[in-house]
């Protein structure tokens, strides 16, 4: 139990189009959404947490109208990358929990982010 | 601010050799403490985690950690790596505010088991 999966894996695209990546949780009802952000060799990077329903809560210096984060239902959390450029280029990862505060988080596979 | 720091970066062992990979945090108040891990192509794992309690806490496949307080330290040990251990290792801290959770990362180190 206590899947997550992200789609797409990988993703490129052209600079100034828009990209979303899908998290869901496939067995499991999870309030608590959360978007990491990996550059090579680096350390995993909060980006936001979003809870179900509400708005999400962003990391001092993400950029809150250029990482669009919605949390529509207890599956399914969503991050659109707004006319991106190649410096968003970069892993995305997910996590999710079944309720907020501490509880263990349960992490997508990541999704690979390129633009050209 | 809270930070977590791995002065590992890259570990190579032969198999059967033993592990200790070193995790230190910097905040001196109440955290909770992990280590993950990242088979290549696949997903983060939580190998083990320590609230509170006995400071040596046993997690899957063989890995243990100890807290040490003093130290502000999590190290990750196991006696003896496998072939199949090759992988990402990340430790964290879990800040506790009372505000909704929140995971600090390490660097990571990548750890190469060689046969």
């Known amino acids: 139990g206590a899947v997550v999966s992200q789609h797409p894996s990988r993703v490129i695209c052209k600079s100034g189009t828009s990209v979303k990546i899908e998290c869901r949780s496939l067995?499991?009802?999870?309030?608590?959404m959360f978007w990491y952000r990996q550059f090579p060799k680096q350390s995993l990077m909060l980006m936001a947490t979003?809870?179900?329903?509400?708005?999400?809560?962003?990391e001092q210096g993400v950029e809150k109208d250029k990482f669009l984060i919605n949390h529509a239902s207890l599956t399914l959390s969503t991050l659109t990358v707004a006319s991106a450029h190649p410096e968003d280029s970069s892993f995305y990862i997910c996590s999710a929990s079944r309720t907020s505060g501490y509880n263990e988080q349960f992490f997508g596979p990541g999704t690979r982010l390129t633009v050209l | 601010a809270q930070s977590v720091s791995q002065h590992n970066h890259h570990v190579i062992l032969s198999e059967a050799a033993s592990l200790e990979l070193g995790c230190n945090y910097s905040y001196g108040g109440t955290v909770n403490l992990f280590w993950y891990v990242q088979y290549p192509g696949q997903h983060l794992q939580l190998l083990l985690k320590y609230f509170s309690g006995d400071p040596l806490v046993k997690g899957i496949k063989g890995f243990e950690a100890e807290f040490i307080k003093s130290k502000f330290s999590f190290n990750l040990r196991k006696p003896s790596v496998q072939w199949s251990d090759t992988a990402e290792y990340f430790c964290a801290s879990h800040l506790l505010t009372g505000t909704a959770s929140k995971l600090t990362f390490g660097t990571g180190t990548r750890l190469q088991v060689t046969l």
């Open positions: 979003s809870n179900e329903g509400s708005k999400a809560t962003y």
């Open positions: 067995d499991f009802q999870a309030t608590t």
